[in-house]
């Protein structure tokens, strides 16, 4: 009998990311890539937008209603 280590037996690391079509869904590492901020802190920035989808007890949010929230944070002079 032959044993493979976890990496070989089809077990892959989860994506961060999901393609829908022409939308993007970000996973927490994708906004702390975009933002620099820390994952609790792009998690908590994720469930602001109103718009967080749970998968599989992770958190996704459409990459164009994110980009539509930060815009509509920004501060007006």
Do not use: N
């Amino acid at each position: 009998m032959q044993t493979y280590p976890i990496t070989e037996a089809g077990v892959d690391a989860p994506a961060t990311h999901i393609t829908l079509g022409r939308e993007r869904l970000l996973g927490i590492p994708d906004v702390c890539e975009l933002t620099g901020l820390a994952e609790a802190t792009a998690s908590k920035l994720m469930r602001e937008t109103g718009h967080v989808i749970r998968l599989h007890g992770r958190l996704y949010v459409l990459e164009s209603s994110f980009y539509a929230w930060l815009r509509e944070q920004e501060a007006g002079e």
